[in-house]
């Protein structure tokens, strides 16, 4: 290309790629940001107005689970275990919300809005006393019920054959830009129609504490997704465009708009450069071999 035509072609190119990073700070994100704030509070709206009954205990092993039913009304009650490092909490109620709230956006913009289920930071009612293990006061993450979905450790073959491929590549760029780190079969819920819900985002973002599990979402797991995926090109057009913006995106916008912080932003971006660059498979491999030994899959 002559220097005359690239001076006229540069322009173009950083005007387009500008316009690419805005619209994704735009009005497509401030949607998704807009709907999942709008679940966010009528899940909130809904706690507030529930009568307790009954609390079942449901285990867990980075945050003590409850489901609490309050008549008709089912909600999904973690403890995430909190994780300080220098006095400053890496882990906890906070970096839990904080992660789901981006994971939420990032699925809304992969066009699988209900992928990700609602969460917000509540308090357990000053008068409840039937709610034990919960204390009264006590601040907690309180999440959308699943309905009749199972894990997929226990789901029948035929509900994990229906999940779809969408979801599978969705649910794969979900866990690598999160740096999902714990999501074995447990971890994850299918329904019969083979929609799927992501749960349990303690471990992610470099998160090192405990078995570190690579994602059953990733090819060759056993919801992975089973298209080729050796270019960017493989991806779907949607997926292109998001991602396409996330590497476009400054790290002070990209903070901004999923909620995260900077360093957290920044891994975000560099899982979407490579993506555009190597395509998913490849940019899944590498990530996966900084992990280090693994836990195998349960």
Not at 93 to 115: D, F, G, H, S
Not at 120 to 126: G, I, K
Not at 163 to 185: C, G, I, N, P
Not at 268 to 291: F, P
Request: proline content about 5%; some cysteine.
């Amino acid at each position: 290309m002559r220097a005359g035509q690239q001076a006229i072609w540069l322009p173009l190119l950083v005007a387009a790629q500008s316009a690419l990073a805005a619209d994704f700070a735009g009005s497509g994100v401030l949607r998704a940001e807009r709907e999942v704030t709008a679940r966010s509070e009528k899940l909130l709206q809904r706690w507030n107005a529930a009568t307790s009954q009954e609390v079942k205990q449901l285990g867990g092993r980075s945050a003590s689970v409850v489901e609490v039913r309050a008549g008709s009304e089912r909600f999904i009650v973690r403890q995430p275990k909190r994780v300080l490092n220098n006095d400053k909490e890496v882990r906890g109620l906070t970096q839990c919300l904080r992660v789901n709230r981006a994971q939420q956006i990032l699925a809304a913009k992969l066009e699988e809005p209900a992928m990700v289920p609602a969460a917000v930071r509540a308090t357990v009612p000053a008068t409840s006393t039937n709610l034990s293990p919960l204390q009264p006061d006590l601040e907690v993450m309180v999440m959308q019920h699943a309905g009749k979905a199972k894990s997929a450790n226990e789901a029948p073959y035929e509900w994990i054959r229906a999940v779809s491929e969408h979801q599978r590549l969705a649910a794969a760029v979900v866990d690598l830009f999160s740096e999902q780190r714990d999501r074995k079969m447990e971890n994850i819920l299918v329904r019969r129609d083979g929609r799927i819900r992501l749960i349990d985002p303690d471990k992610s973002f470099g998160q090192q504490q405990g078995a570190i599990y690579r994602s059953e979402f990733f090819a060759g797991g056993v919801l992975g997704y089973e298209t080729t995926q050796a270019t960017f090109a493989n991806l779907p057009q949607p997926m292109r465009e998001t991602i396409g913006a996330v590497a476009q995106s400054s790290l002070v916008a990209l903070a901004e708009t999923f909620g995260l912080l900077k360093p957290e932003a920044q891994r975000m971006r560099s899982h979407a450069r490579r993506v555009r660059k190597i395509g998913l498979t490849a940019a899944i491999d590498e990530y996966v071999a900084t992990l280090g030994p693994l836990h195998p899959p349960r």
